[in-house]
């Protein structure tokens, strides 16, 4: 879906998923897709944004896939 449009951000993540496919990863798709973490900080996105309704969420550890999934659900 992403790439039938394509904005500055798509297409750095297109080029950082392409990247990532074949082990290739630059400092500049490191720090785009490090960019792109959620966290408290103003400057990360929010996962309480209505931008992140219905997007897939990438965790390290289930029990963060969980607590997510229960703060979604309140």
Not at 19 to 34: G, Q, S
Not at 54 to 71: F, G
């Amino acid at each position: 879906m992403r790439q039938r449009t394509q904005t500055t951000e798509n297409a750095k993540l297109r080029t950082a998923l392409e990247n990532m496919r074949y082990a290739a990863c630059t400092h500049e798709d490191i720090k785009f897709l490090k960019s792109r973490i959620a966290g408290r900080h103003p400057d990360q996105p929010k996962l309480s944004d209505k931008d992140f309704i219905n997007v897939s969420i990438i965790t390290a550890l289930n029990i963060q896939k969980d607590r997510i999934k229960e703060l979604g659900s309140v």
